[in-house]
C-alpha cells in the first residue's frame, strides 16, 4: 500500500504540472457566401472510409427532408478536403438558386486530373437526379457502400503486397541459417557414412 502511494505521489510531482492552452484565433480559409466555410484539416494522410462515412451522413440527411443545398452545407463540415470543397460549392451554389447542373459540377479551381474518381460518380449522380427528378439519396447510399468495399479492397490488396514483400528479408536471412544448420549436417552425416562404407 504504501509502495503505491509513494508510485502516486511521484507521478504527481513529475507530471503534476499544470498544463498551458494558448488558443488561436480562427480564421475561415473561404468563408461561403452565405455562412458556410471550409473545414480545415490537419496536414496527414485521409482516411479511405472517411470519403464513404461522409456519404452515409449525405444520404441520411436527404432521406430525413433537407434540401440538397442544406445536406450538402451539413455534410462538408466533416468530409475530406476534396468532398468539402465540392460540398460547399454545391451548397452555396444551390442556395443561390444556381441551376444543379453548374452548382455539382467540379469546381473550376481543381484540375479535372485531380478529381477523384468517387467525388466525380457522386458529381454525376446529383446532376442526373436533378435532371430525372430519381431520389438521390438511395444513390449515395449505394455510392458509400462503393467506396467502403473500394477501400476494403485497397486495404487488403496493401495488406497482402506487404506480406509478400516481408517474406523476401525473412528469406534472406533465414534461408543460409536453414542451409547451415538444417542441410550441410545432413550431407555431411551422409557423406560421412558413404565415405566409410567403401561406396564411392
Known sequence: MSVAAILLAMALSVGGRRAVVRARPRTPSHPGALGVEQPTRPARGEDPLAFASCLDVF??????GMAVSAAAAATARSA???LARVLSRAAELLMLGADPSVAWSAPPELPLSSVDGHVDALLRLARRSACSGAALSDAVGELAAQSRHDA???ATAAAERAGVLIAGPLGLCFLPAFVC???VPVL??????????GLL
Not at 444520404?59 to 430525413?64: E, F, I, P
Not at 555431411?188 to 562404407?197: I, R
Open 59 to 64: 444520404a441520411v440527411c436527404l432521406a430525413s
Open 80 to 82: 475530406p478536403p476534396g
Open 152 to 154: 476494403t479492397h485497397a
Open 181 to 183: 544448420l538444417g542441410i
Open 188 to 197: 555431411a552425416g551422409l557423406a560421412a557414412k558413404v565415405l566409410d562404407s
